[in-house]
Structures are given as C-alpha cells and as structure tokens.
DNA sequence: TTTGTTTAATTAACGCTGTTAAGTATTTTT
DNA sequence: AAAAATACTTAACAGCGTTAATTAAACAAA
C-alpha cells in the first residue's frame, strides 16, 4: 500500500504546514491575529481547506498549547543537572516565572485561554495530560524534599497548590495587566521572586529561623 | 438651565438603561453574550445609538467590572464585625474564595478579561482604584496583624503578593478548566481552603507549631 | 482506454461581530 | 421663518468562524 502511505504522508505535510503557519501568526503577531483566513492565506490554500485537516480553531489552539508546554518542558532541562531537590524546587519556580514573564502569548494559551480545553473537552479526553505532567512534576519534587526532610512536614496536596497558584497567580495577574499600576515592569520578576522566595523559606526545613 | 440639566437627566437616563441592558445579558447569558446589538435590542434602539453614550465595548465591561467590584466590597461587609485581624485575614481569604467560585463571570471580568484595562489605559487614568483599593486592604490588614504580632514577621509585599497571588491563581485556574481534571469539582472549595489555610498557618505566630 | 467513483479543494454563502459614515427627522436657537 | 444643533437611524465596512454545494483532479474497475 506504498500508495496509501505517500497520500497519508502527504496529509501529515499539510497538517504540518497549517500548524506552522498558525504558529509564525501566533508567534509574530500574537493569539488573536491568528485566524483560519490568515492561515489559509499563508499556506495558500482557501479557508475552508483548514477545516478538511482541523476540526476547528480550537483544536489549532490547542497544538499550539501542546508547543508551549514542549518549549516549558525544554527549558526546565536545567533542572536535570541540580542534585538537591530543595535547590531543584526553587529553581523550577525560577523556571515558571521567567517562562511565563518571557512568553506571555504562548503562557496565556497555556493556562489562560479557554480554546485548547474546549478541544479536550469535544475529543472526550477525560485528562489534560500536560498539565498534569508538569504540575505531577511539582508534586514529585516536593514529596521528595519532604522525605529527605528538606522542607517542614506539610500536607502535600495543599502545598502543591499553594506554590503552583501563588506562581500561577502573580504569572496570570501580570499577564492579563492587572499589575500595571502596582509594580513597576522593571520590579515584576523581582517581586515575584521575592514571593516565591518567601513562601519556599517558610517552608524551608533547612533555614534558620531569625 | 432648567432645560439643560434635564436633557442631562435624560441622557444619564439613557446610559443607566443600556448599563442595565448590558448587566442583564451579562448575568443571564454571560460575559461573551453581551453584545451591542443584543444591547440595542433590549432597550429597543438601534446599535449605533450606544455609541452615542459608550465610546466602546469596552467602556461598557469597565461598568461590568465596577459592578463586579461593588458586589465584592458588599459582600465583604462581614469583615467589619471581626475585631480579631487574624481571624480577619482568614475571613477575607475566604470571602475572596467564595466570591470567585459563585460569581465566576464577574471574576473574570474583574481579573482575568482584558477589556476593562483598555479602557483604563485609552482613559489615561493611571491607576486601578478598585484593584488598589481591595488590594491595599489586604496589605493594611497583613500590616496590622503583623504589628501586633499575630504573624511572624516577614517581608510585607511579599507576603501580599504571595497571598493575593495564591487565591487569584487557585481561582483563575479553575475559571479557566485547568483544574477540571485534576480536583473533583465538588472538592474545589476544600482544597482552596486547605491551601489557603496553610499558607496563613505558616505565618500564623499563634498557632503552635508541631 | 473509457467509465465510474472517490478524494481534494474551491466558491459562495450564512450569520454573526464591533464600529463608522452619512443621512433624517426633531428640536432648539437666532 | 431660517439656521443650527441634537438625537437617532439606515446602510455599510471589514472582518470573523463555519457550512453547504460545487468543481477539478486522481484513482479504480470495466
């Protein structure tokens, strides 16, 4: 069926080419200047050709989520090298403040934007994988500060949602512009930083109290 | 001028009434049902005429968002009788909790949408009262707590961005669906709470610690 | 090779959206 | 009575996501 594979390989290639197309929009010209009519007209194809390879313009949004969560998941590569887990654990929140102040687009359609779960919602995927990798991530590290005594006994299901909602949290507020008028852009990373830093040393086991 | 400020009453009139119009879909339909033809038809004139009274679509969220704000305040009215600022601080976490998880929609608008901020910005008012406004009473209230030694000492704006930061963030997340697959809607409350509870019980000087 | 059938892509259209320009009455002022 | 300002509407622009109907191309069977 040599035949059959070339017509499916040739389908995968313009699958291939929307999603780039989609992705150099989402890129250069951010999430609402990507449309189905600016995509066709990029690849050269008419609107209604997208919708023979895409359900709907969720489903683009949501392999554009999927992007984002591969550019995360690369970035957090230089966790891999660091031995201590508590070092490893602040430096995972370091990781989630710089990726969400430095790609806010893909951040938004990450965790902000409805689309990509409207997707996952219609295909009956009863799981959002990705999210719950990274934030089973987040989980798995500090379980294991706990066992190793590195951070003070907590429950950890409360812990793990205090620390990816805080991040989360100040992430999304700045985003969505409503810390404009209440830190300066310059002082956003720090603060946050300061936050972050704060909540991991009440935590922390290997600090000393002053 | 008799005649004037009549004709000012009417026009103040007319604005009242395609705000109510607009509070009506926003209630009853929800935030992207509320359009200016839909607006038009309620108060039975035409599309153009709520420009007229309204520069955008825009201006018209920033009233939503007001409202949504003025509900808040009111429902923190319970505050006022709590003479304990810690037990306060624990009663305004929840307030924020409560009111995010049963008035989803106004939330939105209030933190999350980004059409009240244009307005903002296109008005040139270089502030956000209402976010400041709330915003400082969780300040003033940590500041309180903090000198009469109910919580340890910490760095203030950290610890106000990072309470603040949790509960918006535990809040968007689940406005948003990303907690839909990973806490049972019916536990999105506890765990909130939980979480909410930890972090002011990791600050709380008089809990005694085990 | 010609016919029939499947596949791929298109054109045209539906029903929306926010918004603006131009026009029409109505009322007020001169 | 004529001119000017006010209030409102009609019509339209320029876009949007999406679907139905149609054409052109590729393939299969006769």
Redesign the pocket.
Known sequence: MG?AE??EK??LE?KKRILEASMKLFVEEGFE??????I?DLI??????????F????EIFFHIHEMGFAKFLELNQNLATIANPLIRLYKMGENYIYFGLNNPEYYDVMFIQRAPMETLKQLNVCDWSLGETAIGALRALLQECMDKGLIKQSPIEAVVMAVWGMVHGLISLAIRERLDTIVPKEDLSKVMHQSLNWLLGTIDATLVES
């Not at 050269?44 to 390879?53: G, H, K, R, W």
């Not at 359900?55 to 969720?58: G, M, R, Y």
Request: hydrophobic letters at 25%.
């Open positions: 035949i070339r017509k040739h389908q313009i200047h990507v449309t189905i009519r600016k066709a050269e194809y008419s609107p209604t050709t997208v919708y023979l390879y359900k709907d313009k969720n």
